[in-house]
């Protein structure tokens, strides 16, 4: 099994930045891809971001590619999520996700995160 701990959010203002991290625990050989995704108050759950073990592998929703980049450090066990410019409806939950898969859905992230809280004020 593995355990993901999320950390990093905060309150920010329009067009400011903020990194975001999830350090693993636990079983995670055959669970090496990572993702981000994220849910505002009252919406599904949607993909932001998910890296390949390797890292060589990335993949961004289209509302975030240019501005959010998805890293890790696997010495560290850890993954980042770099957030540049951001905009008032990235307002969100930003969960952590750990799996066989790095896809652009939730397929194959088999564990989770509970979540940091990210607010961006204008």
């Known amino acids: 099994q593995v355990q993901l701990v999320e950390s990093g959010g905060g309150l920010v203002q329009a067009g400011g930045s903020l990194r975001l991290s999830c350090v693993a625990s636990g079983r995670t050989f055959s669970s090496g891809a990572r993702a981000w995704f994220r849910q505002a108050p009252g919406k599904e759950r949607k993909f932001v971001a998910s890296?390949?073990?390797?890292?060589?592998?990335?993949n961004y929703a289209g509302s975030v590619e240019g501005r959010f980049t998805i890293s890790r450090d696997n010495a560290k066990n850890t993954v980042y999520l770099q957030m540049n410019s951001l905009k008032p409806e990235d307002t969100a939950v930003y969960y952590c996700?750990?799996?066989?898969?790095?896809?652009?859905?939730?397929?194959?992230?088999?564990?989770w995160g509970k979540g940091t809280l990210v607010t961006v004020s204008s």
């Open positions: 890296i390949s073990l390797s890292g060589d592998m990335t």
């Open positions: 996700a750990a799996g066989w898969r790095a896809g652009r859905t939730d397929y194959g992230m088999d564990y």
